[in-house]
């Protein structure tokens, strides 16, 4: 098939890229406008001066130096949809979180046309098996990031804040009901059988999951439920629903945020990971709440799904947007602090 020759627009901006010490060719061009990643050719200059605009030439060399042969940029592409927030990429966001998040049904052949409605038996026990089904083949995580850091801080005589929450919020217990909640929601899942799972794997303080139990009993007693509040509450079928109309800037607004946490958390661990700065990090609510399930999106599917999870919280959890915010200020405030020089680095 014949290539239509390069624009003046395109080679342009290939030069300004290459000025970059980046390399970009028309023909990528053309794939990354196919894409949705990058603007249009006549929205690349400004109209009263014809140069190319200098977000054009970011963004262009941002993709040259992301793309390589044979490999996908994954989430990072929902990160330009949702900088553009436009009707189109709003459109390709909402269809890219939905497909993601419904990712465990496809890995088990399951379609969410065959999680039955309705409270009766037959519906009831049909999800169950579902669930079951879910689980099959799952490879078990023995241990999280959290996990990991602090056998490294015990053998190294370090000393990390004390356990918050649970143990691994990957345990096989909190994994089965997790099933359960995707397949039929809060309603197949009682509370006795919800606070079980968490005391089994707490080893936080344990007057604070008393407190979460004695919260949710008095909402109950004041006749709220407050389970109705997760993003679970209705299952993968209600998570769906409401993907499907949430509005397309706070979606483009959470999918930038959660992006953006995720890559600045990603900088902290991999350039400032030292006692101090992760004391910090631990002794905050998110650490728990985000860090450990969501906050870590390598550039694949499993940091798309990362990307995914954080973003139903961000829309659907209430206050945890707020929270994610007040995270991302911390974490920008312990990377812009200045290093203490290693031996390396100290004048001779």
């Given at each position: 098939?014949?290539?239509?020759?390069?624009?003046?627009?395109?080679?342009?901006?290939?030069?300004?890229?290459?000025?970059?010490?980046?390399?970009?060719?028309?023909?990528?061009?053309?794939?990354?406008?196919?894409?949705?990643w990058l603007a249009p050719a006549d929205q690349w200059t400004n109209p009263a001066t014809g140069a190319l605009r200098p977000d054009i030439v970011h963004r262009a060399a941002w993709l040259g130096a992301l793309s390589r042969p044979g490999r996908g940029i994954s989430w990072i592409g929902w990160t330009f949809w949702a900088i553009d927030d436009t009707e189109q990429t709003a459109a390709l966001l909402r269809n890219a979180l939905i497909r993601t998040i419904q990712l465990p049904l496809r890995q088990a052949g399951i379609t969410l046309a065959q999680i039955p409605q309705g409270d009766s038996d037959t519906a009831f026990e049909a999800r169950q098996d579902l669930a079951e089904q879910l689980l099959r083949g799952r490879r078990a995580i023995g241990r999280d990031l959290d996990g990991l850091l602090r056998t490294h801080a015990g053998t190294g005589g370090i000393t990390l804040p004390e356990p918050r929450t649970v143990s691994n919020p990957f345990n096989p217990t909190l994994i089965r009901i997790g099933a359960r909640l995707l397949t039929g929601g809060m309603a197949d899942v009682s509370p006795e059988e919800l606070t079980d799972a968490w005391r089994s794997v707490w080893t936080g303080p344990p007057e604070q999951l008393d407190r979460i139990t004695a919260a949710h009993i008095a909402a109950d007693k004041a006749g709220t439920d407050l389970h109705t509040l997760s993003p679970l509450a209705h299952g993968l079928p209600g998570l769906v629903r409401a993907f499907?109309?949430?509005?397309?800037?706070?979606?483009?607004?959470?999918?930038?945020?959660?992006?953006?946490?995720?890559?600045?958390?990603?900088?902290?661990?991999?350039?400032?990971?030292?006692?101090?700065?992760?004391?910090?990090?631990?002794?905050?609510?998110?650490?728990?709440?985000?860090?450990?399930?969501?906050?870590?999106?390598?550039?694949?599917?499993?940091?798309?799904?990362?990307?995914?999870?954080?973003?139903?919280?961000?829309?659907f959890a209430p206050g945890w947007a707020e929270d994610l915010h007040r995270y991302q200020d911390r974490m920008d405030r312990l990377l812009a602090a200045p290093t203490a020089p290693t031996p390396d680095s100290r004048p001779a």
């Open positions: 098939m014949t290539r239509t020759p390069p624009t003046a627009a395109e080679l342009a901006l290939a030069a300004e890229v290459n000025r970059c010490g980046l390399t970009a060719t028309p023909h990528q061009f053309e794939r990354w406008r196919a894409k949705r499907e109309q949430a509005d397309a800037h706070l979606l483009c607004e959470a999918v930038r945020a959660c992006t953006k946490a995720s890559s600045t958390l990603m900088k902290l661990l991999l350039e400032r990971a030292d006692t101090e700065m992760l004391t910090v990090l631990m002794n905050d609510v998110m650490w728990d709440q985000w860090v450990r399930a969501g906050g870590i999106a390598p550039v694949s599917r499993l940091g798309e799904a990362a990307i995914t999870l954080s973003t139903v919280r961000y829309l």
